[in-house]
């Protein structure tokens, strides 16, 4: 059995007292950065876990934060944000806190959820995802005085609270700057219905990046559907059908793009198409597709939580304030 480490072993591999090492655990800025430096490079070498009760005495925290699981929908881009909880899980037990799941069916359920949890467990925070224009979950948890930070921006006002988003534009601007270079010009767009924070957003990448190379992105080949490959099908193969269809398609998910390479193959036409989320499904099939970094994504909002709750951000070199992350473009066989 390996021997446990405690702090007497990191304070003698650090060569620092074990008060030294305590005071880097609990009150770093009483500490020479280099010191510091020296503990937390002792710690991570050793594998050094702090103790979870000692730790909520001193804090009267839980060390415990809540994070919903999303509903399935059709098994592709639901799998992006397990890749998240992954992530999450992952660098919550890093910070030393753990994840609780649960499930919401809606908004005003998920309130109801916020509730029934606050009022049966000693919560620390919450991770929302999911937000649009208008977000009554946020407000609710501010109101309350409830920790929280999100994925994905709040749309109405960016500096409403901490978030980490992935910048959508930009990874549909690099799927159209792509076509464009490949001698593309009749670049049509399929995404979900206006309104919505995250797709327009991807939208305007599209139509950014179109303007950018002097095309004026034609309204007859924007589509707006509900998120599925049975609708992505349906609206490409409408394009398809037109008097001048497109040679390239720019989709706002794998699971419309997924859609549109069935009726591009059905046709037996050749468009080039290109998805958003780098989902299984898409290295599976050849897909093109934007990727997301979920794991720096899910890191960043720990990140942010644990030095809001720890309240040792400008000691510790976190950063605190909003993170808009870079996709990229995986470029595979449909494009």
Same mark, same amino acid.
């Given at each position: 059995?390996?021997?446990?480490?405690?702090?007497?072993?990191?304070?003698?591999?650090?060569?620092?007292?074990?008060?030294?090492?305590?005071?880097?655990?609990?009150?770093?800025?009483?500490?020479?950065?280099?010191?510091?430096?020296?503990?937390?490079?002792?710690?991570?070498?050793?594998?050094?876990?702090?103790?979870?009760?000692?730790?909520?005495?001193?804090?009267?925290?839980?060390?415990?934060?809540?994070?919903?699981?999303?509903?399935?929908?059709?098994?592709?881009?639901?799998?992006?944000?397990?890749?998240?909880?992954?992530? #999450?899980?992952?660098?919550?037990?890093?910070?030393?806190?753990?994840?609780? #799941?649960?499930?919401?069916?809606?908004?005003?359920?998920?309130?109801?959820?916020?509730?029934? #949890?606050?009022?049966?467990? @000693?919560?620390?925070? *919450?991770?929302?995802?999911?937000?649009?224009?208008?977000?009554?979950?946020? @407000?609710?948890?501010?109101?309350?005085?409830?920790? *929280?930070?999100? *994925?994905?921006?709040?749309?109405?006002?960016? @500096?409403?609270?901490?978030?980490?988003?992935?910048?959508?534009?930009?990874?549909?601007?690099?799927?159209?700057?792509?076509?464009?270079?490949?001698?593309?010009?009749?670049?049509?767009?399929?995404?979900?219905?206006?309104?919505?924070?995250?797709?327009?957003?991807?939208?305007?990448?599209?139509?950014?990046?179109?303007?950018?190379?002097?095309?004026?992105?034609?309204?007859?080949?924007?589509?707006?559907?509900?998120?599925?490959?049975?609708?992505?099908?349906?609206?490409?193969?409408?394009?398809?059908?037109?008097?001048?269809?497109?040679?390239?398609?720019?989709?706002?998910?794998?699971?419309?793009?997924?859609?549109?390479?069935?009726?591009?193959?059905?046709?037996?036409?050749?468009?080039?198409?290109?998805? *958003?989320?780098?989902?299984?499904?898409?290295?599976?099939?050849?897909?093109?597709?934007?990727?997301?970094?979920?794991?720096?994504?899910?890191?960043?909002?720990?990140?942010?939580?644990?030095?809001?709750?720890?309240?040792?951000?400008?000691? #510790?070199?976190?950063?605190?304030?909003?993170?808009?992350?870079?996709?990229?473009?995986?470029?595979?066989?449909?494009?």
């Amino acid at each position: 059995m390996a021997e446990k480490v405690t702090i007497s072993t990191v304070a003698q591999h650090a060569q620092v007292s074990r008060q030294t090492v305590s005071n880097v655990l609990n009150s770093p800025d009483v500490v020479r950065e280099d010191t510091r430096r020296r503990v937390l490079d002792a710690i991570e070498a050793l594998g050094y876990r702090t103790n979870r009760a000692a730790r909520q005495m001193r804090t009267g925290r839980s060390q415990l934060i809540a994070v919903r699981i999303e509903p399935t929908r059709d098994g592709i881009n639901g799998s992006v944000l397990d890749r998240f909880l992954h992530g #999450l899980t992952d660098a919550a037990a890093t910070a030393g806190y753990r994840v609780m #799941l649960y499930t919401a069916a809606g908004p005003a359920d998920e309130i109801a959820t916020y509730d029934d #949890l606050l009022s049966s467990y @000693e919560l620390d925070a *919450f991770v929302l995802t999911g937000t649009d224009h208008g977000d009554v979950r946020t @407000e609710w948890l501010a109101a309350r005085g409830v920790q *929280f930070v999100t *994925f994905g921006r709040p749309w109405d006002n960016p @500096e409403r609270h901490l978030w980490v988003d992935v910048d959508g534009a930009s990874g549909t601007a690099h799927a159209t700057d792509h076509l464009i270079a490949a001698g593309h010009r009749r670049i049509g767009f399929i995404g979900w219905p206006a309104g919505s924070g995250v797709g327009d957003d991807r939208r305007a990448g599209w139509a950014r990046a179109m303007r950018d190379a002097g095309l004026e992105p034609a309204a007859a080949l924007d589509r707006q559907t509900p998120d599925g490959i049975a609708q992505g099908e349906s609206v490409a193969g409408d394009l398809l059908r037109g008097d001048a269809p497109p040679t390239a398609l720019v989709c706002a998910s794998d699971s419309l793009a997924l859609g549109a390479l069935q009726a591009v193959r059905a046709a037996g036409a050749t468009v080039a198409v290109t998805g *958003f989320d780098d989902t299984p499904v898409a290295r599976a099939v050849g897909l093109t597709s934007v990727s997301q970094p979920l794991a720096e994504a899910a890191a960043g909002c720990m990140d942010l939580l644990a030095s809001a709750l720890d309240g040792d951000h400008a000691a #510790l070199g976190h950063r605190i304030g909003p993170m808009l992350l870079q996709p990229t473009l995986v470029v595979r066989q449909s494009a």
